[in-house]
C-alpha cells in the first residue's frame, strides 16, 4: 500500500480506475446516493485538492472474470489508468470453480502489470448466505483474493473481513448482496483508511453517516 500512498502525496497526476461488477458498479442499489469510486473521487480530487487526477468507473453489473477479460482492452487499458481498484468475485462463485476462478483473477494480474497498472485487490463484502445459497462458495473465493495479493505482494483492502465484523452489517444491504447508499460510504471510508486518508476534522465525506452499532 506504501506504493499507492506515494501517489497521494507527489504532485504528479494520476488516472484512478475501479473494475468490476455491480457492486462497483454502483447503480440502482446506491438508492440514487453516489456510490463508492464517486466518494472517492470527491474525496481525492476536491478535498485533497488532487485536481488533475481522473477518477473513471468502467465497472458493470453482473459481470465476472470472463467478462472483465473479454473487455480488458476497452474498459481497462484505454485508460492507461495507474492504479485500479479490482473487486470481482460475486458472481463467479454462483458459476464458476474455484480454480478457474483462480486461473481467471492471475490472468487479469498479467494483463494489467502488462500496461504497467498497480492493482488493489478488493474482497468483495459477504453475501446473506442464507438467501442466496447459490454464492455459498464465495468465502472461498475471498480466499484465494487474500492469497493471490499475498502471492503477487500486492495492496489488499478486506471488505469481506471488515462487513463480517462490523455489528451493523445488516443496515448496509439494499438485498441480499448489494451495498445501499450507507454500504458504499463504508467501502468509501475503509479505502480511505487503508490509504491513510480518512480524517475526519476538515472533510465532509469522512464524516458522511454509516451505522456502527445495532
Not at 469510486?37 to 472474470?65: C, I, M, P, Y
Amino acid at each position: 500500500m506504501e506504493r499507492v500512498k506515494a501517489i497521494l502525496q507527489n504532485n504528479e497526476p494520476c488516472r484512478w480506475l475501479f473494475y468490476g461488477d455491480s457492486i462497483t458498479h454502483g447503480a440502482k442499489h446506491s438508492n440514487g446516493m453516489r456510490d463508492f469510486s464517486e466518494l472517492f473521487r470527491e474525496r481525492v480530487t476536491w478535498e485533497l485538492q488532487r485536481s488533475n487526477d481522473l477518477v473513471l468507473n468502467s465497472a458493470f453489473s453482473g459481470f465476472k472474470t470472463t467478462d472483465l477479460l473479454r473487455d480488458f482492452d476497452f474498459r481497462a487499458a484505454a485508460f492507461r489508468p495507474q492504479v485500479v481498484f479490482l473487486m470481482i468475485g460475486t458472481n463467479d462463485s454462483a458459476t464458476l470453480n474455484a480454480e478457474l476462478y483462480d486461473q481467471q483473477l492471475n490472468e487479469l494480474l498479467e494483463k494489467f502489470a502488462a500496461i504497467g497498472t498497480l492493482v488493489i485487490l478488493q474482497t468483495p463484502p459477504p453475501v446473506l448466505m442464507e438467501l442466496s445459497p447459490k454464492r455459498k462458495n464465495l468465502p472461498d473465493f475471498v480466499q484465494i483474493i487474500r492469497q493471490t495479493a499475498q502471492k503477487h505482494q500486492l495492496p489488499l483492502i478486506d471488505h469481506f473481513e471488515y462487513w463480517s465484523n462490523c455489528p451493523a452489517a445488516v443496515y448496509l444491504y439494499a438485498d441480499i448482496l448489494h451495498p445501499n447508499d450507507k454500504g458504499h460510504i463504508k467501502i468509501a471510508h475503509d479505502i480511505f483508511k487503508a490509504l491513510g486518508i480518512f480524517e475526519q476534522t476538515n472533510s465532509r465525506v469522512c464524516n458522511f453517516f454509516t451505522p456502527k452499532m445495532l
